[in-house]
């Protein structure tokens, strides 16, 4: 079983920028889709961006523009790197991934990013 782990999550001013990476503890290779959701206590998850292994990205239209997902597969590693933070992009980040086209079943523990005003 892949074990996934994040980091880079970190307390930023809004405007400045961070990235996440989301190490894998095998080849993320046979991974179709990996993504990134984030949550705030007492909201849903939501979806931020996804990669599939194609190199297709898509992304929620709160972050389009501003953050940009990528994979190195050499290095079994997702990241998020994230520009022009808002206050409203404070939240826990999680990394997911799957192998078949249903719902996601690998996640990391998730990673804090704190945007202050």
């Known amino acids: 079983q892949v074990q996934l782990v994040e980091s880079g999550g970190s307390l930023v001013q809004a405007g400045g920028s961070l990235r996440l990476s989301c190490a894998a503890s095998?080849?993320?290779?046979?991974?179709?889709?990996m993504a990134w959701y984030r949550q705030t206590p007492g909201k849903e998850r939501e979806l931020v961006a996804t990669?599939?292994?194609?190199?297709?990205?898509y992304y929620a239209d709160s972050v389009k523009g501003r953050f940009t997902i990528s994979r190195d597969n050499a290095k079994n590693t997702l990241y998020l790197q994230m520009n022009s933070l808002k206050t409203e992009d404070t939240a826990m980040y999680y990394c997911?991934?799957?192998?078949?086209?249903?719902?996601?079943?690998?996640w990391g523990q998730g990673t804090q990013v704190t945007v202050s005003s």
């Open positions: 990669i599939n292994n194609s190199g297709h990205t």
């Open positions: 095998g080849s993320i290779f046979s991974f179709v889709t």
């Open positions: 997911a991934a799957r192998k078949q086209l249903r719902a996601y079943d690998y």
